[in-house]
């Protein structure tokens, strides 16, 4: 069963960085789809970023430019790393994986194995 835990999150200014962490049990990253998502009180769960087994990667148009997502099969981890943050970033960040799938990675309904969340508040 796989099973994702996330870690990174804080509190930065406007313009500042910060890297999220998602590792994952139960299986090798590099045979999963983990995808990075976003939830703001009282708005829908929203895609961010994902990394496909195959690396595909995926983005948010909000976010393009300024976040990266990458995995370290070694240590079975994928990372968000998130550039010139701003306000509009501020939310719960969820951590989720699933076994290769040809659905969209910013699909969330397709996965089953979240985290528990990482809170990124970004002050301006």
């Known amino acids: 069963q796989v099973q994702v835990v996330e870690s990174g999150g804080g509190s930065v200014q406007a313009g500042g960085s910060l890297r999220l962490s998602c590792t994952a049990s139960?299986?090798?990253?590099?045979?999963?789809?983990v995808g990075w998502f976003r939830q703001v009180p009282g708005k829908e769960r929203q895609g961010v970023s994902c990394?496909?087994?195959?690396?595909?990667?995926n983005y948010a148009d909000s976010v393009m430019g300024r976040f990266t997502i990458d995995r370290d099969s070694a240590k079975n981890t994928v990372y968000l790393q998130m550039n010139s943050l701003q306000p509009e970033d501020t939310g719960l960040y969820y951590c989720a994986a699933r076994p290769w799938d040809s659905a969209h990675c910013l699909d969330s309904t397709t996965y089953r194995a979240w985290g528990q969340g990482t809170q990124v508040t970004v002050s301006s």
């Open positions: 139960g299986l090798n990253v590099g045979r999963l789809d």
């Open positions: 990394i496909g087994a195959t690396r595909v990667t």
